[in-house]
């Protein structure tokens, strides 16, 4: 399936053809995002990793580089902010 119709976020008339064409099925939705393949096909090994690392600073309170939050990589800044806003999800 093309990258338009994997996930759609509007259905064009293209999508549409193409979903038809293909026979293809909802598997998931989330946020008004429609998935017509497995939402863990957009995950790569470098995004896995990423995770990863999350997950042991998070278990460890150790950074990736010494210094504060201000000397660390703006993407794993990121990363650590949107698994805080997902785990209160969960409790929540």
Known sequence: ????TRAVLEYTDEVVSEIKEKGA???FSFNGIRFYECP???I???TWEIIRL???IDDSKILL???GWG???AWLVEAVELH?????KKVS
């Open 40 to 42: 863990l096909t957009y």
């Open 84 to 88: 805080k806003v997902e785990s209160a």
């Open 1 to 4: 399936m093309s990258e338009e």
């Open 25 to 27: 099925q909802k598997v």
């Open 54 to 56: 999350v997950y042991l």
């Open 44 to 46: 790569s090994t470098d």
């Open 65 to 67: 580089h010494s210094g």
């Open 71 to 73: 000397d660390q990589p």
